[in-house]
């Protein structure tokens, strides 16, 4: 298997712009998980959903902030308009709990550079 | 609801030296433990967990973490570390037979390795 992979790897854009990650679960997972890494805040859970559905969003910063998931293979994490202090490494994650206890396979991250 | 306290933000020590990693968990029901690690420019990736069983586990490179559940700990240890175990260390908890998949990690620990 592949493992989770996101894209782009590395995004830089200017204050105001969209910005969309992208992130494909390791297939067979029904958990998929949008996390936030900083140095001022550690890690952060924004969001995360079961089967395709969002389960808790409480994590996500402001309205500014949407995911989706509109399949089993795909989720996207957005922010319009982006700002600098959204400047963070973002990590999607997925799991199969009734296999796998609730651990957690990472992807590599989109460090993400907003001026 | 869970909570993890990782007591030290930072660990520095000196190659070949002994490490511990401290971890204690806040729950009231019972629950999975897992040590994640995140090397530089990475995504994290579990490093042990504790599931059932034995209360001490092992991972393959010489990292151990025994859980003791009187004092809700999960302490990380190695009796000799390298240059190459510098990285960011999780600890985490899953409540038993949660359907939800999700975890609770602490705030990290970097563990910085000097020749």
């Known amino acids: 298997d592949a493992g989770v992979i996101q894209s782009p790897r590395h995004e830089v854009t200017e204050m105001g712009q969209e910005v969309t990650l992208r992130c494909k679960p390791i297939?067979?997972?029904?958990?998929l998980f949008w996390y936030r890494q900083t140095m001022m805040r550690g890690l952060e859970l924004l969001i995360y959903f079961n089967n395709n559905v969002p389960i808790d969003d409480s994590g996500m910063p402001e309205d500014r902030f949407s995911a989706k998931m509109p399949n089993a293979s795909f989720s996207t994490l957005k922010i319009q308009p982006s700002e600098p202090r959204d400047s963070a490494v973002y990590f999607c994650?997925?799991?199969?709990?009734?296999?796998?206890?609730?651990?957690?396979?990472f992807g590599p991250g989109t460090r993400l550079t907003v001026l | 609801a869970q909570s993890v306290t990782q007591l030290d933000s930072q660990v520095p020590v000196f190659e070949e030296a002994p490490v511990e990693l401290r971890c204690n968990y806040s729950s009231s029901v019972s629950v999975y433990l897992f040590w994640y690690v995140q090397y530089p420019n990475q995504g994290l990736q579990l490093l042990l967990k504790y599931l059932s069983g034995s209360t001490l586990v092992e991972s393959i490179n010489g990292f151990e973490a025994e859980f003791n559940k009187s004092q809700t700990s999960f302490h990380l240890r190695k009796p000799s570390v390298h240059i190459s175990d510098t990285a960011e260390y999780f600890c985490a908890v899953s409540p038993y037979g949660g359907s939800q998949g999700n975890l609770i990690f602490g705030k990290g620990t970097k563990l910085s390795v000097k020749p």
């Open positions: 994650a997925s799991s199969f709990p009734r296999r796998a206890y609730n651990e957690q396979f």
């Open positions: 297939s067979g997972h029904d958990y």
